[in-house]
């Protein structure tokens, strides 16, 4: 199936006198079980689009699509609810709570969502993140490629439907990133899931199925690799 659609999406700000076109008419389909790269200059757009397909903002005009179903922005409530149940997010500087060790940060979605805890599960996904020694470790006692393990951990026990990563590897030394993107799109193959991650770094697009690339809130230009199973 497909994962994520947008449908002409544009979104303004600033005022009538004096806008900013943050999207501009900007559409995509990307099928379940791939990882997509989004490229692009500061200010081209690329935060904008994330909030706008993971519900944090609703666009000006154009539709969202989340695994076939329209985006409808309700109340605050509402939108929390849908987050929490069909996203989730990795953002460049982790966001692990301290005090909790692996296994807590980890199943914390899951406790936030009243969703049951699949144990065996949980344990296949710190398996598969290369935490399973680490469950009792605090994020202190951790180096900051295996804190943002973790963090895809705790994105992947869910099993949203999408999976959004900010700047996923900015805080990361280049080692410690090349282990969290191999890592990360062996899970994402593995378990299906699907991932949009925004880079600034070639070296980690590399590592997606296809880039999207956004200039002045448009896409300009799409790569696919040639043994994606992504088509466009
Ligand atoms: P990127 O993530 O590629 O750096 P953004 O999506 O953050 O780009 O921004 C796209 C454009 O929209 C920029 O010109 C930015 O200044 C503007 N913009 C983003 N958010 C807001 C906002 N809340 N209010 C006004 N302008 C904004
Ligand atoms: P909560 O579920 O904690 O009440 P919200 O549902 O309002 O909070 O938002 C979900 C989370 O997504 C918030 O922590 C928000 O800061 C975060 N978020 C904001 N911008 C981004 C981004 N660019 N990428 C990923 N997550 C983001």
Redesign the pocket.
């Known amino acids: 199936g497909e994962a994520l659609r947008l449908v002409e999406v544009s979104?303004t700000?600033?005022t009538q006198a004096n806008p900013?076109?943050?999207?501009r008419r900007a559409s995509l389909a990307l099928p379940a079980g791939t990882f997509t790269a989004v490229m692009?200059?500061?200010?081209?757009?690329?935060?904008?689009?994330?909030?706008c397909a993971a519900g944090l903002d609703e666009p000006t005009s154009g539709r969202v699509l989340v695994d076939g179903t329209e985006l409808v922005h309700g109340s605050e409530t509402a939108m929390t609810k849908f987050r929490r149940s069909r996203i989730g997010f990795v953002f460049q500087q982790f966001n692990l709570l301290p005090t909790l060790t692996v296994w807590q940060n980890t199943t914390l979605p899951l406790r936030l969502a009243g969703q049951k805890i699949d144990t065996g599960f949980v344990r296949d996904v710190l398996d598969r993140t290369w935490l399973g020694d680490r469950v009792d470790h605090l994020p202190a006692e951790l180096s900051g490629g295996q804190q943002q393990r973790v963090a895809i951990a705790r994105a992947l026990v869910t099993r949203p439907n999408l999976i959004f990563a900010d700047e996923p590897t900015g805080a990361l030394d280049t080692r410690s990133a090349r282990e969290v993107l191999a890592m990360l799109a062996e899970a994402v193959h593995t378990l299906g899931q699907t991932v949009v991650m925004?880079t600034h770094d070639p070296v980690a697009a590399a590592f997606a199925d296809s880039v999207v690339f956004?200039a002045d809130?448009q896409i300009v230009d799409r790569l696919d690799r040639p043994d994606a199973k992504t088509v466009a």
């Open positions: 979104k700000y600033g900013v076109h943050a999207l692009g200059p500061s200010g081209s757009g690329k935060s904008t689009l994330l909030h925004v956004l809130g």
